[in-house]
């Protein structure tokens, strides 16, 4: 009998609810769906795509200019017997100069010094460099003038002519034409220079007047190995010929050794000489 009563002050009124069922879109997931994996494939494809590109990119240019350091170490007893004959009497090496090629992977790739004479190496140039290094240390000492500071500077001294000679050959090819050779190619054969180095150095040990003699015969040899070497493994590479610039290069590349060998084989705590 009351449930006509009107609202009361104070006392608020209920208020309806009401329920929306939201209709179902039967094509919304569907298309979500489609076109979110669309989506999705299409920049996996294309990033993939970027990214395969560029890392081939990458590996082919570190490939050209670096090639795989390990090569440079795949060396016997034998292989080092018969380079430091190459290097130290290049006059009487009688076989070709070019280097053994293989198929590889569907294309063409030099054989290690293993199974190459003509290859280069690095471990060769480590080991002279380190001898040299040694070699002069210990000569400073019979001099009454070793010292941590001075063994420091020959250091520096060998790496300031390993760069030098680096440089030099480097900058022959990119004056021709041809600055495609690996860099670890160049930085081997640079590093040979050491090898009669260490010859003059332990000359001069043993008996002082030999110096000047070694260091004569070491330059000869070292001139010829890289001009030979220059001639037929790094200049295979150019698609110009210019005979007159190529013998003016080479005969300047050789001559450029004694002033270089006299230089590092003159055992001084001196900065300039």
Known sequence: MYNNVGAQPGVPLPRPTTTTNPQPNPFGNSFYGAGSGLIRGGLGAYGGKILGSSSEYVQSNISRYFSDPQYYFQVNDQYVKNKLKVVLFPFLHRGHWTRITEPVGGRLSYKPPIYDINAPDLYIPFMAFGTYVVLAGFMLGLQGKFSPEA?????????????????????????????????????????????GTC???????????????????????????????????????????????????????????????????????????
């Open 199 to 273: 010859l003059a150095v332990l000359g001069s040990i043993v008996f002082s007047y030999s110096y000047y003699f070694v260091i004569l015969w070491t330059c000869m040899c070292m001139g010829i190995f890289l001009v030979k070497t220059m001639k037929r493994v790094l200049f295979s590479e150019m698609r110009t010929h210019d005979s007159s610039r190529h013998h003016y290069l080479l005969i300047f590349i050789a001559f450029a050794q004694l002033p270089l060998s006299l230089w590092l084989g003159n055992v001084t705590v001196n900065w300039f000489l």
């Open 151 to 195: 063994l420091n500077w020959l250091f520096i001294k060998g790496l300031l002519g390993w760069f030098t000679q680096v440089m030099l050959l480097k900058l022959t090819l990119l004056s021709l034409g041809s600055g495609e050779a690996p860099l670890l190619d160049i930085v081997a054969y640079a590093g040979y220079t050491f090898t």
